[in-house]
């Protein structure tokens, strides 16, 4: 019995402190990227994502931070990641048929914003400006 009430106690105790971190991670997180320190920012991300594994917003940002280091695969990584969690993320939708565009590859860029388009609620305008954009390298 004492066991038990001490475990209650102890979960009691540590979980909202863990939640607490966890927030704190990601807040961190977004005031380094705001400042433009992005290692720092990735560290926290990655922190955050320790604690909530489906963080799609830290991965998000994680993608965002890989694009400003020019680490293409990365990028592509997360965002496929952030798809992967929430189907709906348009400026994850938007931010990979950008990428694959800059890729060469138009066939999945179309493919992307097709999709992009039939949910949009933030991205429309972009999302039509990308469908031209798509179309006249397509051309080329």
Same mark, same amino acid.
């Not at 066991?3 to 001490?6: A, E, Q, R, S």
């Not at 209650?8 to 105790?13: A, D, E, G, K, N």
């Not at 860029?109 to 972009?126: A, G, R, T, V």
């Given at each position: 019995?004492k066991?038990?009430?001490?475990n209650?106690?102890?979960?009691?105790?540590f979980?909202?402190?863990?939640?607490?971190?966890?927030? @704190?991670?990601?807040?961190?997180?977004?005031n380094? %990227?705001?400042?433009?320190?992005?290692?720092k920012?990735?560290?926290?991300?990655e922190?955050?994502?320790?604690?909530?594994?489906? *963080? @799609?917003?830290? %991965?998000? %940002?994680? *993608?965002?931070?890989?694009?400003?280091?020019?680490?293409?695969?990365?990028?592509?990584?997360?965002?496929?990641?952030?798809?992967?969690?929430?189907?709906?993320?348009?400026?994850?939708? %938007?931010n990979?048929?950008?990428?694959?565009?800059?890729? *060469?590859?138009y066939k999945k860029?179309?493919?992307?914003?097709? *999709?992009?388009?039939?949910?949009?609620?933030?991205?429309? @305008?972009?999302s039509?400006?990308?469908?031209?954009?798509?179309?006249?390298?397509s051309?080329?």
């Open positions: 019995m066991i038990k009430f001490l209650i106690f102890l979960v009691t105790l979980i909202p402190n863990l939640l607490f971190a966890n927030t @704190e991670y990601f807040k961190e997180g977004i380094f %990227y705001k400042n433009k320190n992005f290692e920012a990735k560290f926290k991300f922190q955050d994502i320790v604690f909530n594994p489906k *963080s @799609e917003m830290s %991965y998000l %940002y994680l *993608s965002k931070i890989f694009k400003n280091l020019d680490n293409k695969d990365l990028q592509e990584q997360n965002l496929n990641t952030v798809i992967l969690l929430n189907p709906k993320n348009e400026e994850a939708i %938007y990979l048929a950008k990428l694959k565009l800059e890729t *060469s590859d860029s179309k493919e992307l914003n097709d *999709s992009l388009i039939d949910i949009c609620k933030k991205f429309c @305008e972009k039509q400006k990308l469908k031209i954009e798509i179309e006249d390298l051309k080329k």
